[in-house]
């Protein structure tokens, strides 16, 4: 990020952030600076593989904090029943999904926190016709379960076993 957004890094410091630190953009015709009244939010996933440690340059210059999936959540469990997923599916989602990510929290060694899976997979609800089972089960079976063979591409058989689990019938 630093070799793409440098200036934008120096620009954002807490003494930088005034007119007279100012610079000119590629068209050179306005420069350019951030006030102090403008807030930058960034998000990242830090599962990432190709991310092997945080740049220092954005340690420096942001607070970092680290957020953890709640499939819990009763807005969670509103959001699905507003697509129709009756409760069935919903309890057996949030308590399979939960197990799994403390078997993914655990590994320690391997994966950990940041690995663990969030409500993401399931914002989109039922396709077009689509029951809350077979949307779940498409759900485990296109997205989770390649992502657990990802994670435990050495230990094939915990990922299968998972994937069983999972898609065990509601």
Same mark, same amino acid.
């Given at each position: 990020l630093s070799k793409i957004l440098g200036e934008l890094m @120096?620009? &954002? $410091?807490?003494?930088?952030?005034?007119?007279? #630190?100012?610079? /000119? @953009? %590629?068209? *050179?015709?306005?420069p350019f600076y951030v006030p102090p009244n403008v807030f930058i939010m960034g998000l990242m996933n830090t599962a990432d593989r190709s991310l092997a440690v945080v740049d220092y340059a954005l340690r420096r210059r942001f %607070?970092? &904090?680290?957020?953890k999936p709640k499939i819990g959540a009763l807005r969670f469990r509103h959001e699905l029943d507003q697509f129709g997923i009756n409760s069935l599916v919903i309890d057996a989602l949030v308590n399979r999904v939960s197990a799994l990510n403390n078997e993914i929290v655990s590994?320690? *060694?391997? @994966?950990?926190? *940041?690995? /663990?899976?969030? !409500?993401?997979?399931?914002? %989109?609800? =039922?396709?077009?016709? $689509?029951d809350g089972p077979a949307w779940y089960a498409r759900v485990i079976r296109t997205e989770v379960a390649p992502l657990l063979r990802e994670y435990w591409f050495?230990?094939?058989?915990? /990922? !299968?076993? #998972? +994937? +069983?689990? @999972?898609? %065990? =019938?509601?």
């Amino acid at each position: 990020l630093s070799k793409i957004l440098g200036e934008l890094m @120096l620009l &954002v $410091e807490n003494d930088k952030r005034a007119p007279e #630190w100012a610079i /000119a @953009l %590629a068209s *050179g015709k306005i420069p350019f600076y951030v006030p102090p009244n403008v807030f930058i939010m960034g998000l990242m996933n830090t599962a990432d593989r190709s991310l092997a440690v945080v740049d220092y340059a954005l340690r420096r210059r942001f %607070a970092f &904090v680290d957020l953890k999936p709640k499939i819990g959540a009763l807005r969670f469990r509103h959001e699905l029943d507003q697509f129709g997923i009756n409760s069935l599916v919903i309890d057996a989602l949030v308590n399979r999904v939960s197990a799994l990510n403390n078997e993914i929290v655990s590994d320690v *060694g391997n @994966l950990g926190p *940041g690995f /663990a899976i969030g !409500h993401s997979f399931f914002c %989109a609800g =039922p396709a077009d016709g $689509e029951d809350g089972p077979a949307w779940y089960a498409r759900v485990i079976r296109t997205e989770v379960a390649p992502l657990l063979r990802e994670y435990w591409f050495d230990a094939p058989s915990k /990922a !299968h076993s #998972w +994937e +069983e689990q @999972l898609l %065990a =019938p509601i």
